[in-house]
């Protein structure tokens, strides 16, 4: 009769049990989430891993990138402003190197008057005139007056025609006088009005040029007769084979020319009032 007994309550401890068992895990499975926020923020769950989770698991391999997809490229934080960017040093461009000096010419003084330098004769060309079938284009000097008062010879070119003699239709032409347009530009004339060439030849490098008598006499004085004799002069020797002028007045040498007594005594080139 003791044998039933004992089997009872067995059965009943082992309902108990179950009941106790279903009953925790309906209480389990209301507050689940309750349990699960409280494990979490106790910090349980990671402790129960770190005990008994074994060694930590082999971290993944890199994985490869696929040749054909781009590599992706950083981006630029744009938090970080231009002074917090780490700055380079730049190297400074090479300076250009200083030019070198060039040799300065000699300034011309101003109070020695300037021999102008003898230009390239131009080509002689066929003249329309008939009577003087040549033409060439020639140089004439006539005197330019500075701010300062002093004067000097400026080279004009202009055609002169001519049948045998073209020394004698240039000094011609010279003492014709500047055109009305070479007056604007300030050149005058001070051969003395009146006068004439009498006739010119070449020899040994020496222009005889002989005058008439008006040619002896200047009204602007010494200075005047020095502008006259280099206007000849200049224009002479624009020739090359013309070297020096010598002045002749109605066939004969004299030795001074005005009443100032320039010296023509002898053959006188561009140089002859350059001291």
């Known amino acids: 009769m003791s044998k039933p007994s004992g089997s009872r309550k067995t059965s009943i401890g082992v309902l108990f049990w179950i009941a106790f068992i279903l009953l925790v895990l309906v209480i389990f499975l209301a507050n689940r989430g309750n349990i699960e926020q409280v494990l979490e923020t106790t910090g349980i769950v990671e402790v129960i891993r770190d005990r008994f989770g074994g060694a930590d698991p082999t971290p993944d391999a890199p994985a490869t990138p696929d040749p054909e997809e781009p590599t992706p490229q950083p981006v630029e934080d744009p938090r970080v402003t231009i002074e917090e960017r780490p700055s380079v040093p730049q190297t400074p461009p090479a300076a250009d190197p200083p030019p070198q000096a060039q040799p300065e010419s000699p300034s011309p003084d101003p109070a020695q008057p ?20 040549n033409r060439l284009m020639a140089g004439l000097y006539f005197i330019r007056v500075t701010e300062d008062g002093r004067t000097y010879p400026q080279r004009v070119v202009r055609p002169v025609y001519y049948d045998s003699g073209p020394l004698t239709e240039t000094i011609n032409a010279l003492l ?25 030849h070449v020899q040994n490098g020496t222009a005889y040029l002989n005058f008439n008598q008006a040619f002896r006499f200047n009204a602007l004085g010494a200075e005047g007769t020095v502008a006259q004799l280099l206007q000849i002069i200049y224009s002479s020797t624009e020739f090359p084979t013309v070297e020096r002028v010598q002045f002749l007045v109605d066939g004969e040498r004299i030795d001074y020319l005005g009443g100032d007594g320039i010296f023509v005594g002898e053959p006188l080139g561009r140089n002859a009032f350059s001291s």
């Open 176 to 200: 014709a006088g500047p055109t009305g347009e070479e007056l604007k530009n300030g050149l005058l004339n001070t051969i003395p009005e009146g006068t004439r060439l009498i006739s010119a």
């Open 114 to 133: 300037q021999v102008p330098q003898r230009q390239t004769p131009a080509q002689r060309a066929p003249s329309p005139d008939p009577e003087k079938p």
